[in-house]
Every structure is written in structure tokens, then in C-alpha cells.
């Protein structure tokens, strides 16, 4: 489906050196603050207290991040898991605070909220086991607010976790190197890793400039990202070897400016659908998929810009050309005039 047609080739290749150096630059202010600054890990990396609290009525988020913040201890994540009822507010690692007190300090400030008391409560269990907890009571002799369960997150599981994450970085990285190199040539390979690697660091380089929070959502929105951003690539490069069969006389050039001219009516379509659901998280998806979602749309955006001006020019000065593609035999290869020659797109 095309929303248009182009149908003279846009000259891409002409700018590609400009649109390189721009891009160079933009890699290595984002590697520059990711060495100066660095990112801000949330607690799942450097450890922290996470609380659980369940609420008879639905809790509220936001006036629970205004009491929680008061108490000094930094970057508070509130958020729901399970039902509405349910709250998990997640407590970073800081200097001169101990942990330990953590959840009772919370527990009692939501509480208050609540205009209630902190006591304790002796419950007999199902297996008879006589337990003492917490308990929340207001005037009316109700518990608005139960504690259910607090932990300790160790910097061990954070250093695990972020273990973990370069491990599944690397794994994508070489399967799609590995998947590029078997469908296309190993010069199309080098040129998609390149231009997605770009994307990657790009998305870090904000996150540290910004000092925006890194958790497990942002990671999983940066290999996301990196399966976006080859998906398009892969889509120009299809093309080109489709050109390449079809067009026999055209330069490396030229087929790389008709491939992505080509493909322009399509890449519109589907950037703007993923961007508008991006969006949608982005705007009423709250502080939990906040910065999954500009992860995301970072990642979209510069995705275009490196699959065309990126990627496609790598490959065109690496030298790829239609020997590289097309592999002549003693039949006919492919009949030019066929509209379904090649690949579809």
C-alpha cells in the first residue's frame, strides 16, 4: 500500500558524506556524556527497598509520589502491579540512610496520608503459626492501607542484572550480524551493525545527558530498538538487490537512491502507525512506561535517519555492487520486465 509515488529518484547518496559527519558528531557527543556522566541506574541495577502496600480503594498514584517524596530519599518509583489496589514503591541506595528502616519510614508516611496510626497486629496464620505485622488503623477502625511486603534489592543482583543486559546486547548484536551476512553479504552486515549500534549509543547519550532513569523498561525499549532499526534496513537493502536485478545499468549509486526512494511511501506508513502507539504510552502510559517510551521514540527516529544515511552509505563505500548480490548462472537470472522480481517490500 502507498499513500504516493515518487517518481524521480531523490539524490540521497549525493548528501551522504554531510549527513555521515552529522551523524559522527552526534555519536560522539552521546559517547562523551556517557563517559562524563553516565547513566542513572534505577534500583533493579543498584540496588534499593522495594515496598508493597495493597489499599482498599484505588490507590493514587500521584498524591502517593508527593507523600513519598518528602522523606528525602531521592528517585522514588511508585507504581501499580496486579490490580489498581496494589502499589509497589521502589527505594534507591542512599548515603547515610539505612535500608533497613526504609519500609517502616514509608509504611508510616502512607498511613499518615491516610490519617491513620501505625500499630501492630497479631494474626494466627492457616497453619496456626501466631505472626506480629504492621497495621494501619484510622478513626473508623479500619485498615485503609496493609503492608504486604518489603525486600531488599543487594548491588549483587544489580551488577547480575547488568551483566545480563551487555550479554543479551551482544547476543542481538551477532545474531544480526550473522542473520544479514547468510540473507545478503557480509558488506551489508558491517553497514546495518554500524548504523544500529549508532542508534543505540544515541538513545544511551540522551538518557546520560539528561540524567533520565535507566531501568529494566529502557533496556528492553533499547533491543527493541535495535530489532526496529534492522527491520528497516533490511527492507532497503531487499531493495537494492531487487534494483540491482532489474536495472543493470545503473550505478551502485543510483540504485541506492531509487531503492530508498522506492521504499519512502512505506517507511512513512509504518514509522507513523509505531510512532502514534509510541506516543500513546509516552502521553497516558504514566511514569512506568515513560522512559520505555522515549526510549522508543528515539530510537524510531533515529532509526530512519541511520537505516537511510547510515547504513545504506556504509554499504555503498564499502563497495557493494551487483556481483556482490546477484549471482549469474548459465540461465536467465531473473526477467527485468517481472513486477514481482526480487524481493517484496
Same mark, same amino acid.
Given at each position: +500500500?502507498?499513500?504516493?509515488?515518487?517518481?524521480?529518484?531523490?539524490?540521497? +547518496?549525493?548528501?551522504?558524506?554531510?549527513?555521515?559527519?552529522?551523524?559522527?558528531?552526534?555519536?560522539?557527543?552521546?559517547?562523551?556524556?556517557?563517559?562524563?556522566?553516565?547513566?542513572?541506574?534505577?534500583?533493579?541495577?543498584?540496588?534499593?527497598?522495594? &515496598?508493597?502496600?495493597?489499599?482498599?480503594? /484505588?490507590?493514587?498514584?500521584?498524591?502517593?509520589?508527593?507523600?513519598?517524596?518528602?522523606?528525602?530519599?531521592?528517585?522514588?518509583?511508585?507504581?501499580?502491579?496486579?490490580?489498581?489496589?496494589?502499589?509497589?514503591?521502589?527505594?534507591?541506595?542512599?548515603?547515610?540512610?539505612?535500608?533497613?528502616?526504609?519500609?517502616?519510614?514509608?509504611?508510616?508516611?502512607?498511613?499518615?496520608?491516610? =490519617?491513620?496510626?501505625?500499630?501492630?497486629?497479631?494474626?494466627?496464620?492457616?497453619?496456626?503459626?501466631?505472626?506480629?505485622?504492621?497495621?494501619?488503623?484510622?478513626? !473508623?477502625?479500619?485498615?485503609?492501607?496493609?503492608?504486604?511486603? %518489603?525486600? #531488599?534489592?543487594?548491588?549483587? @543482583?544489580?551488577?547480575? #542484572?547488568?551483566?545480563?543486559?551487555?550479554? !543479551? +546486547?551482544?547476543?542481538?548484536?551477532?545474531? $544480526?550480524?550473522?542473520?544479514?551476512?547468510?540473507?545478503?553479504?557480509?558488506?551489508? %552486515?558491517?553497514?546495518?551493525?554500524?548504523?544500529?549500534?549508532?542508534?543505540? @549509543?544515541?538513545?544511551?547519550?540522551?538518557?546520560?545527558?539528561?540524567?533520565?532513569?535507566?531501568?529494566?523498561? &529502557?533496556? !528492553?525499549?533499547?533491543?527493541?530498538?535495535?530489532?526496529? =532499526?534492522?527491520?528497516? %534496513?533490511?527492507?532497503?537493502?531487499?531493495?537494492?538487490?531487487?534494483?540491482?536485478?532489474?536495472?543493470?545499468?545503473? /550505478?551502485?549509486?543510483?540504485?541506492?537512491?531509487?531503492?530508498?526512494?522506492?521504499?519512502?511511501?512505506?517507511? $512513512?506508513?509504518?514509522?507513523?502507525? /509505531?510512532?502514534?502507539?509510541?506516543?500513546?504510552?509516552?502521553?497516558?502510559?504514566?511514569?512506568?512506561?515513560?522512559?520505555?517510551?522515549? !526510549?522508543?521514540?528515539?530510537?524510531?527516529?533515529?532509526?530512519?535517519?541511520?537505516?537511510?544515511? &547510515?547504513?545504506?552509505?556504509?554499504?555503498?563505500?564499502?563497495?557493494?555492487?551487483?556481483?556482490?548480490?546477484?549471482?549469474?548462472?548459465?540461465? %536467465?537470472?531473473?526477467?527485468?520486465?517481472?513486477?514481482?522480481?526480487?524481493?517484496? &517490500?
Amino acid at each position: +500500500m502507498e499513500f504516493f509515488r515518487i517518481r524521480r529518484d531523490i539524490p540521497f +547518496m549525493r548528501h551522504a558524506l554531510v549527513f555521515n559527519i552529522i551523524s559522527a558528531l552526534t555519536f560522539v557527543a552521546a559517547v562523551f556524556f556517557l563517559v562524563t556522566r553516565g547513566l542513572n541506574f534505577s534500583i533493579e541495577f543498584t540496588g534499593g527497598t522495594a &515496598v508493597e502496600a495493597t489499599y482498599v480503594q /484505588t490507590a493514587d498514584l500521584e498524591r502517593l509520589r508527593g507523600v513519598v517524596s518528602h522523606l528525602g530519599y531521592g528517585d522514588v518509583q511508585v507504581q501499580n502491579y496486579g490490580t489498581s489496589h496494589d502499589v509497589i514503591i521502589r527505594v534507591p541506595t542512599k548515603a547515610g540512610i539505612d535500608q533497613k528502616q526504609v519500609p517502616s519510614h514509608v509504611f508510616e508516611a502512607l498511613c499518615k496520608a491516610e =490519617s491513620g496510626t501505625v500499630g501492630t497486629k497479631t494474626e494466627t496464620t492457616s497453619k496456626g503459626e501466631v505472626v506480629t505485622r504492621p497495621s494501619c488503623v484510622n478513626d !473508623a477502625k479500619a485498615e485503609p492501607v496493609l503492608l504486604k511486603r %518489603s525486600e #531488599l534489592v543487594g548491588p549483587s @543482583v544489580g551488577d547480575e #542484572l547488568k551483566r545480563d543486559g551487555a550479554y !543479551a +546486547m551482544i547476543s542481538v548484536v551477532v545474531g $544480526i550480524m550473522l542473520y544479514l551476512a547468510f540473507r545478503f553479504e557480509w558488506k551489508f %552486515s558491517i553497514a546495518a551493525i554500524v548504523a544500529n549500534l549508532h542508534d543505540v @549509543v544515541i538513545i544511551l547519550g540522551f538518557f546520560a545527558f539528561f540524567q533520565w532513569e535507566f531501568g529494566l523498561s &529502557v533496556l !528492553a525499549g533499547v533491543l527493541a530498538v535495535l530489532g526496529y =532499526s534492522v527491520n528497516e %534496513s533490511v527492507v532497503i537493502f531487499d531493495r537494492i538487490r531487487e534494483t540491482f536485478r532489474r536495472f543493470r545499468k545503473l /550505478t551502485t549509486m543510483q540504485v541506492i537512491d531509487h531503492a530508498i526512494t522506492s521504499t519512502i511511501s512505506r517507511t $512513512i506508513i509504518t514509522h507513523f502507525c /509505531t510512532q502514534m502507539m509510541v506516543l500513546s504510552m509516552l502521553i497516558f502510559g504514566g511514569p512506568t512506561l515513560h522512559y520505555f517510551a522515549m !526510549a522508543l521514540t528515539i530510537g524510531i527516529c533515529f532509526g530512519i535517519y541511520s537505516s537511510v544515511f &547510515v547504513a545504506a552509505a556504509i554499504a555503498m563505500w564499502l563497495g557493494v555492487k551487483r556481483e556482490d548480490l546477484v549471482h549469474t548462472s548459465g540461465k %536467465s537470472e531473473i526477467d527485468p520486465n517481472d513486477p514481482n522480481a526480487g524481493a517484496v &517490500v
